[in-house]
Structure formats: C-alpha cells, structure tokens
C-alpha cells in the first residue's frame, strides 16, 4: 500500500466555516475548571490550550517535570476521567450533542484534518474542539493506519461498513486506470448498498474516500490508485503525464508546456518540461520534439532501429512494415521508406517481403 499518499486535509481556511451555538472557548475553561491543578496544567500543555498552540507530547511534559512519559499519561487520563464525572460535564450535554449532530451531518466518520478545519480557520480554536472530541463519550477517534488516515466517527457501525468498502473498493480498482467522478461514486456506491441512504450524497461520498490512503484523484478530477501514475502529482514530470495522457497522442515538449500552465496553473517553462520528459521512462521520443507514453507501445531509438526489431519477429511487406512501425512511433510513411529501401540493413525477398539484411 502507498505510504507516501497526499494526506487529505482541507485548504487552510481563511475564517470558520461551522458556527455551533456553543462558546468553545468558555467551555473548555469550564471543564478544565474540574480538575486538580497539575492535571490542568497537563492536558494544557497536552492539547495547547494555554498561550501556545503548540500540543507537547508525554515526553517533553514528563521531561520538564521530571517524570516518567507512562505517569504523565496517568496524570492526564485522570484528568480526563475527573472532567467526565464532573458537574460541569452533565452540563455540558446539549453542547456535545450538538458537536454529534455535526458530525453525522458530515457523514457519521469524517478525517480529522477535515473535520477540524471545518470546524475553524483557527489552530487554537481547533485544539479545544480536538480537547472536546477527546472528552467526549459519544466520540470515537481511529488512529492512522497504513490504509487510512486518523478519523473520528459517532456511528460505529456505520464506520464499519465505510471502511470495509473502501477496502472492497481499492481491491477492484485497476493498478493504471483512471475513472471519471461520477464512476468511481457509482462504484462505491455499489459497496455500500446496506448504508442508511441519508449519508448517500455526492458531498458525504468524496468525504468517505478522502478517508483512504490508498484511493486519490488527480487535479483533473480523475479517480484511482493513489500510488497511480495517473492519479499523484508531485511535479512537472506527473502533470506532463497527465497532459499526454489526456491528449490520447503524441504531444510537442512545447505544447506539453503550455498546456501544464492552462489545465493546472502550474509554471511549466518549456526547456524545464523538456528535461522532464527526457529522464523520465514512462515518456518515448517518437518525433521531431514529440513524445508518446511507454504504455502506448511507443519504442525508442531511431525508426531503423524499430524496423529491424519488427523483422527479427517475422519478414513483412512493405505496407504492413509501415502499419507495424506506425504503432509504436509517430513518424511520416516517407521516412520509414527511406529507412527500409537501404539495402545496408535491409533485405527486399523475391515475394516482396522484407528482412534484417
């Protein structure tokens, strides 16, 4: 499985994008109001809810203290356990049955990044709803996994059944091919028959498969293997792939380069595109500045070279030498004439059938 897949968190957000009716900040102060002064001090460091917004682990906690890492964590379970059975917990009922409702309006499981970045713009506002999820007894937090990314959901058998079909969903999937939006929601779809039909919306869908490691898509809205050629995109080389790919022909190193900076507004400069596609295997010089995908069946090296490879198979005439060097180089039927009437490296038979002189 691919462990270097784009991890789906959401664009920093500029302002908040939920407002619940509740006042995050009072609360928290609140509940941390409950417990013993060092248990306080822990779960601030722990959760940055002080000052900074840095979250400092068990580690450095335990280290400014003097402490082992295993009784700071005891420090701050108990903390935790003292805010549940508080007063002010009870209290805070109608508050995190909102937050619950939230959720499920996402979709029941939703990734953290993108949970919390729906919730504010802003990190320290998003570690006190991070401090509240924890909290929170109707809230269950999945760890990162080499499958999928760290998620919180409130329905857990409706987390169930998302991940098994994302799983079903990766195993079906092609190793190369691409499927349009549309399809690869019809698929997963498919796989979650048995779902309570107020999650099936296009908005919750994509929600669900941003949960995967291992299913992405590409700025073109095109969906697939994350480890996909097709679908990552980490420089010119990927979105040069995806520009000939999307072309279905042999492109220009030039227009390769424009068409980079019109389909994804990324600078492409055309001498830079060109090295790109040289060192890359999975491009074939087929032409005067044309390259063609290896996938295609496209050879390199110059078309007598590609004519004699063809031979070596079996003698051919003329023509279906020009049909069989036309598939797997972009050249003129001139050029490939020119080639094989040189009695050097080649043979004219009697029947009119060609050989490797």
Do not use: C
């Not at 069989?324 to 009119?352: E, M, S, W």
């Amino acid at each position: 499985m691919p462990q270097n897949a784009k991890k789906p968190a959401a664009k920093k957000a500029a302002a908040k994008k939920t407002t619940l009716s509740f006042d995050a900040a009072a609360l928290v102060k609140k509940l941390l109001a409950e417990v013993p002064d060092r248990a306080r001090e822990v779960l601030t460091y722990r959760f940055g809810l002080g000052t900074s917004s840095e979250r400092e682990t068990l580690e450095a906690i335990g280290e400014r203290w003097g402490i082992t890492r295993e009784r700071v964590r005891q420090i701050e379970a108990a903390g935790i356990e003292a805010i549940r059975n508080s007063s002010a917990f009870t209290d805070a009922e109608s508050a995190f049955d909102e937050l619950a409702q939230h959720i499920k309006m996402l979709g029941g499981i939703v990734p953290e990044d993108l949970l919390l970045e729906d919730l504010s713009g802003d990190e320290k506002a998003r570690n006190r709803y991070r401090f509240l999820l924890v909290v929170g007894s109707a809230f269950f937090r999945e760890r990162e996994t080499d499958d999928f990314y760290a998620r919180w959901h409130v329905d857990p058998s409706t987390a169930e059944k998302v991940h098994a079909a994302l799983s079903k969903l990766y195993a079906s999937l092609p190793d190369n091919e691409v499927l349009s939006e549309g399809d690869m929601l019809d698929r997963f779809l498919e796989e979650l028959r048995t779902i309570n039909d107020a999650y099936k919306s296009e908005e919750i869908l994509k929600r669900w498969l941003s949960l995967s490691k291992n299913i992405g898509s590409n700025p073109l809205a095109e969906w697939g293997k994350a480890d996909s050629p097709s679908i990552r995109t980490k420089g010119i080389r990927d979105y040069a792939y995806l520009v000939i790919k999307r072309g279905a022909q042999p492109m220009h190193f030039s227009d390769v380069a424009k068409s980079i900076s019109s389909l994804f507004a990324k600078e492409a400069h055309v001498a830079t595109t060109h090295n790109e596609l040289i060192k890359d295997d999975r491009f074939v010089l087929v032409g005067r500045g044309l390259y063609a995908l290896a996938e295609w069946g496209y050879q390199p090296g110059v078309v007598r070279d590609v004519i004699k490879t063809i031979l070596k198979k079996k003698p051919l005439t003329r023509d279906e030498v020009i049909e069989a060097v036309k598939k797997v180089r972009y050249v003129k039927d001139n050029t490939i004439l020119v080639n094989l009437n040189d009695p050097r490296y080649f043979k004219r038979q009697k029947n009119g059938t060609y050989t490797v002189a």
